[in-house]
């Protein structure tokens, strides 16, 4: 069975990792990279950290807007499917680079899975909510990681088409947690107190408005704590484009790799973010998490005490922000051995 795995972005190289390493003990994976994360730290570096095979096609399509990036990787891939003829496509996460994917071979009438399936913000402001929508109405089989996924499938009628498996994310932080606590030097390399926040900040309506993100770092400014900032590339631009200073408790460092990002969050106190991904890694590790976002995919990390939603409007932000400790346990809600299952399931198709 020849099965073409399409990745493009930093958090899908991080699901990637334990599906790939399972999948190549039953059949044979062809990886597309589209190029969408190309610096060496948002890619290379994860490919890297997971022991990801190098991709077999790159298709360097870079930034660009969401039309012009979208329509590049879709007829790349069409090429390439139509020369490789796969048995399965399998998509991850909520990237421009999943949505053209699934469409390119759907469209070929190539058995189409999304992992990562049925979750909703509602917000369609978000790129990734219309490629979450688009991307599970035209996939064939839907691998869903929570049960509020399921419900959001039979909400929009596809559920025949869902499997609850679990959430891969699962498998990645245990088979890496250890090494990374183990042999990260992150902490010696950039000279880290050793009681610290960390943060990260991308998604578009938090940075692409430069006095958002002015507000943010200001208010986090005030907070009389270290915080640890490693930037994303679309973050950073705008900072210096917009010359918006990061006041001095916020030490800013380059994106980190997956090892070095977990021992990261190992060592923090509490961890602030917009990020869908970090929000889970910090429920399994039992870390604070505040997301700086209206609404979250993740609900579970809420409902369970860990997550905290929040505003940075709000007039008591600062205060919220340190006195939110969650206490007790974190249920296993995203599943274990999700790799496994994802594989079994496709075999048996
Ligand atoms: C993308 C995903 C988002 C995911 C995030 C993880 C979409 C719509 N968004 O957002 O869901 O959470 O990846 O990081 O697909 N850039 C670089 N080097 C890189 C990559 C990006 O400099 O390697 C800069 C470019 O200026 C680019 C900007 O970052 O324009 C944004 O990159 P893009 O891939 O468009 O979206 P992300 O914000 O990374």
Same mark, same amino acid.
């Given at each position: 069975?020849?099965?073409?795995?399409?990745? /493009?972005?930093?958090?899908?190289?991080?699901?990637?990792?334990?599906?790939?390493?399972?999948?190549?003990?039953?059949?044979?994976?062809? &990886?597309?990279?589209?190029?969408?994360?190309?610096?060496?730290?948002?890619?290379?570096?994860?490919?890297?950290?997971?022991?990801?095979?190098?991709?077999?096609?790159?298709?360097?399509?870079?930034?660009?807007?969401?039309?012009?990036?979208?329509?590049?990787?879709?007829?790349?891939?069409?090429?390439?499917?139509?020369?490789?003829?796969?048995?399965?496509?399998?998509?991850?996460?909520?990237?421009?680079?999943?949505?053209?994917?699934?469409?390119?071979?759907?469209?070929?009438?190539?058995?189409?899975?999304?992992?990562?399936?049925?979750? %909703?913000?509602?917000? %369609?402001?978000?790129?990734?909510? &219309?490629? %979450?929508?688009?991307?599970?109405?035209?996939?064939?089989?839907?691998?869903? $990681?929570?049960?509020?996924?399921?419900?959001?499938?039979?909400?929009?009628?596809?559920?025949?088409? /869902?499997?609850?498996?679990?959430?891969?994310?699962?498998?990645?932080?245990?088979?890496?947690?250890?090494?990374?606590?183990?042999?990260?030097?992150?902490?010696?390399?950039?000279?880290?107190?050793?009681?610290?926040?960390?943060?990260?900040?991308?998604?578009?309506?938090?940075?692409?408005? $430069?006095?958002?993100?002015?507000?943010?770092?200001?208010?986090?400014?005030?907070?009389?704590?270290?915080?640890?900032?490693?930037?994303?590339? %679309?973050?950073?631009?705008?900072?210096?484009?917009?010359?918006?200073?990061?006041?001095?408790?916020?030490?800013?460092?380059?994106?980190?790799?997956?090892?070095?990002?977990?021992?990261?969050?190992?060592?923090?106190?509490?961890?602030?973010?917009?990020?869908?991904?970090?929000?889970?890694?910090?429920?399994?590790?039992?870390?604070?998490?505040?997301?700086?976002?209206?609404?979250?995919?993740?609900?579970?990390?809420?409902?369970?005490?860990?997550?905290?939603?929040?505003?940075?409007?709000?007039?008591?932000?600062?205060?919220?922000?340190?006195?939110?400790?969650?206490?007790?346990?974190?249920?296993?809600?995203?599943?274990?051995?999700?790799?496994?299952?994802?594989?079994?399931?496709?075999?048996?198709?």
């Amino acid at each position: 069975m020849k099965v073409i795995s399409i990745v /493009g972005a930093r958090p899908q190289f991080i699901k990637l990792g334990p599906f790939s390493k399972v999948l190549r003990e039953n059949a044979s994976e062809i &990886i597309i990279h589209t190029g969408q994360h190309y610096d060496e730290k948002m890619s290379d570096l994860l490919f890297k950290d997971l022991k990801i095979p190098a991709p077999d096609y790159n298709l360097n399509i870079g930034s660009g807007t969401q039309g012009v990036q979208t329509a590049g990787m879709l007829s790349a891939i069409e090429g390439i499917l139509l020369k490789e003829k796969p048995d399965f496509v399998v998509v991850f996460g909520d990237t421009n680079s999943t949505l053209a994917g699934a469409l390119a071979s759907v469209k070929l009438r190539i058995p189409t899975v999304h992992i990562e399936a049925g979750l %909703r913000s509602f917000n %369609r402001d978000m790129p990734e909510e &219309i490629n %979450r929508v688009a991307t599970d109405h035209i996939s064939d089989y839907l691998f869903v $990681p929570t049960q509020t996924g399921m419900l959001n499938l039979k909400n929009e009628g596809l559920l025949g088409k /869902g499997f609850l498996t679990g959430d891969i994310m699962v498998d990645s932080l245990n088979d890496n947690l250890k090494k990374a606590v183990e042999i990260s030097k992150v902490e010696e390399q950039f000279g880290l107190h050793s009681d610290f926040f960390l943060l990260t900040l991308h998604r578009p309506y938090n940075v692409d408005d $430069p006095s958002n993100l002015k507000q943010i770092v200001s208010k986090l400014g005030n907070l009389n704590k270290h915080i640890v900032f490693p930037i994303h590339p %679309r973050t950073k631009n705008i900072l210096e484009a917009h010359k918006i200073s990061v006041p001095s408790n916020i030490l800013c460092i380059p994106p980190q790799g997956y090892l070095d990002f977990l021992k990261l969050q190992w060592l923090s106190k509490k961890i602030i973010t917009d990020s869908g991904g970090i929000q889970k890694e910090a429920y399994l590790l039992g870390r604070a998490c505040i997301t700086l976002r209206p609404e979250t995919e993740w609900i579970e990390t809420v409902q369970h005490g860990w997550n905290m939603l929040l505003d940075y409007l709000e007039d008591d932000f600062e205060e919220k922000l340190l006195n939110f400790l969650p206490t007790g346990v974190q249920p296993p809600v995203f599943g274990d051995g999700v790799a496994k299952k994802m594989v079994d399931i496709i075999m048996s198709l």
